[in-house]
């Protein structure tokens, strides 16, 4: 209750509070665009539209600042171009024409007033019909006392009774009341709603812009830092194992018809290499696409994860089927991330792992009872995991206060 009193209180102020700054809005925008298109041909009219623009960039201003409280989001506020630092006079006078978002601005200011009467004269009617129809008990007996005054009972036929007359008066009320909540938020999404494509339309597309452009960069860098390590986990793994047993095998070779039993134990050691290596390798396969990652989902594959690692894993996955291609591998890699690194730096005697869906969005949880101290910064264990998320829209927070716990929570969209 308390939740929907103060929904109807912010959606009402923002519509009878934005009534009279629409008609100012409105009247200054139709009179400085009417002089200023009239006195353009003798060049008056250019100082004229660029303030009228820069007083309607304010204007919206205003209104951008109540939207996202009915909204419940923040919005973006556009980029107005500024004019070059080498521009003259002239140019810097003129550069507000230059802003498409400023001609939306006030074109808003032209289209938002009627629609700003329609929903004032909708909550100013619905809270007046709600006030003064409860209200009735309180006033009623002395409005029907008044000489000639014809009570709505006696209007619809039911005759004078002010028992009546109170009773379809405080009915009404009840009715108003509870479709108040209805009507008013109905008309301050219908105004918001205006607004927030007019005011910031542009804004949210050019943010979303960047972040494609943002998340494409952390990809390309998150690709680059994986190729680069595996490179040199491989130069300093099995590649000197395989130049190692290269060599062991040739000097095997020189050796075979003079020491036969030295050989014998060169041919075993170089057996031995040859499974370290193997071991190796199918290791830093683990972090590009396992087998079982590929031909099973994600489940089977976390599962593998969980049971090769050091420290008690409580596996919890609550999704079925089989998702993107890009979506699973972020996933795997985000858990394998996060249980190497509590291996090797938590000292925790337990780890959960929960992967949940709500809606379009895989929610992974990831828990230890370690020394905390866990971030994302580089030169950390956890420092490739924001852009590889990054790299498909997801986000990354990180909660790990020094004595821990720690909890990591990855939000990847799957469509």
């Excluded at 209180?9 to 700054?21: E, H, K, M, N």
Aim: net charge neutral.
């Amino acid at each position: 209750m308390r939740t929907l009193l103060r929904r109807i209180g912010t959606d009402s102020r923002y519509l009878i509070a934005g009534f009279p700054l629409s008609i100012v809005f409105f009247v200054l925008m139709v009179a400085g665009f009417a002089a200023g298109i009239g006195t353009v041909v003798v060049w008056v009219g250019l100082p004229i539209l660029a303030t009228t623009l820069l007083v309607a960039r304010g204007m919206a201003d205003v209104e951008r600042r109540m939207l996202p409280e009915v909204l419940g989001r923040a919005l973006p506020r556009p980029r107005y171009r500024p004019a070059p630092e080498t521009a003259g006079w002239f140019r810097r006078m003129v550069n507000p024409l230059t802003s498409g978002q400023s001609w939306l601005d006030l074109l808003y200011g032209i289209v938002a007033f009627p629609i700003s009467i329609v929903t004032f004269v909708f909550t100013v009617t619905w809270w007046a019909g709600t006030i003064l129809g409860l209200a009735t008990p309180l006033y009623g007996w002395i409005t029907a006392a008044i000489p000639g005054n014809e009570g709505l009972a006696y209007l619809l036929g039911f005759g004078d009774s002010v028992w009546i007359d109170v009773a379809i008066n405080t009915s009404i009320g009840v009715l108003f009341a509870l479709t108040l909540p209805v009507v008013v938020r109905g008309a301050a999404l219908i105004r918001a709603g205006l607004g927030r494509a007019m005011l910031t339309g542009v804004a949210e597309l050019h943010e979303r812009i960047d972040d494609l452009a943002e998340g494409r960069a952390a990809a390309v860098s998150a690709e680059a830092n994986a190729l680069r390590r595996l490179e040199r986990d491989i130069h300093d793994g099995p590649q000197q194992r395989l130049v190692s047993l290269a060599m062991d095998l040739s000097r095997a070779q020189r050796q075979l018809k003079r020491d036969p039993q030295a050989v014998e134990e060169m041919l075993s050691q170089a057996i031995t290499s040859t499974r370290d290596t193997l071991d190796e390798l199918r290791a830093l396969s683990r972090g590009i696409a396992p087998p079982i990652l590929t031909d099973r989902g994600l489940a089977p594959a976390l599962a593998a994860l969980a049971s090769r690692c050091t420290v008690p894993v409580e596996l919890d996955v609550q999704v079925t089927g089989r998702f993107a291609a890009a979506v699973e591998n972020t996933v795997y890699f985000v858990v394998a991330e996060s249980l190497t690194n509590v291996a090797k730096h938590s000292h925790a005697t337990v780890c959960t792992v929960s992967l949940t869906r709500t809606g379009g969005v895989l929610m992974l949880t990831i828990g230890d009872d370690g020394v905390g101290g866990a971030h994302v910064a580089k030169g950390h264990g956890l420092s490739g995991l924001g852009d590889r998320l990054k790299a498909v829209d997801g986000e990354l927070a990180v909660e790990s206060p020094v004595g821990g716990p720690t909890v990591i929570v990855a939000e990847v969209p799957c469509g």
